[in-house]
């Protein structure tokens, strides 16, 4: 009930930031992100497409494409016990919305890749702390994908989604950086 309360209020702050305050903060984080060694480092990068609400997350892909990288994203089975997998993501007509604003691979159309192809993983958030802690959708889909992965784990965030703590649990996975569009938080 708690976190639940956190996600609810996170919604209504994002869902009060105007859309050009978010793609200055999106182009401030991707310039920042494009400098750090994990960037420079990484050769398969694991992202979202963004909800409304979030921050955009195409000037990373785009990027990524520009440098050769490759980018794969989420896809969520809920009927599954809530598993995830990530596919090699090239084109938009690769896409299906799969429930209001929500953006997945088609798999058929899409080559899918394990946790240990990955080097470094944009987790999406809604809120998050300086220890790396983040308030999510609820799903519980990143913290099960989590476990298993090795690379680095970062989150992009508007400072106005960085408190100071926010609750979580045992199974909850930090990330290791938080890029916002003031500065890096190192988490670990």
């Keep these: 009930m708690y976190k639940h309360s956190f996600r609810t209020l996170s919604k209504r702050l994002l869902k009060h930031i105007s859309r050009e305050q978010k793609k200055e903060a999106a182009n401030l984080i991707s310039n ?3 400098k750090t060694d994990y960037w420079k480092q990484s050769q398969k990068i694991a992202i ?5 609400i979030e921050l955009t997350t195409y000037p990373i ?3 990524a494409w520009k440098e050769n990288k490759q980018v794969v994203i989420p896809k969520c089975y809920p009927h599954e016990g809530n598993l995830m997998k ?4 090239t084109d ?4 299906e919305n799969v429930y209001l604003d929500l953006y997945e691979p088609i798999e058929r159309k899409s080559e899918q890749v394990t946790s240990n192809e990955i080097d470094l993983i ?3 958030g809604l809120l998050f702390d300086h220890n790396g802690y983040r308030i999510g959708y609820g799903g519980g889909y990143y913290d099960r994908f989590l476990i298993e992965f090795n690379g680095t784990k970062l989150s992009i965030a508007m400072e106005e989604q960085i408190v100071r703590s926010i609750p979580y649990d045992d199974y909850d996975i930090p ?4 890029i916002s569009n003031k500065q890096i938080y190192q988490c670990f």
């Design 32 to 34: 920042t992100l494009f």
């Design 48 to 52: 979202t497409i963004p909800r409304e």
């Design 61 to 63: 892909i785009k990027q």
């Design 86 to 89: 990530f596919f090699i993501f």
């Design 92 to 95: 938009e007509l690769e896409l």
């Design 122 to 124: 944009v987790v999406p």
């Design 175 to 178: 990330v290791d950086y938080i």
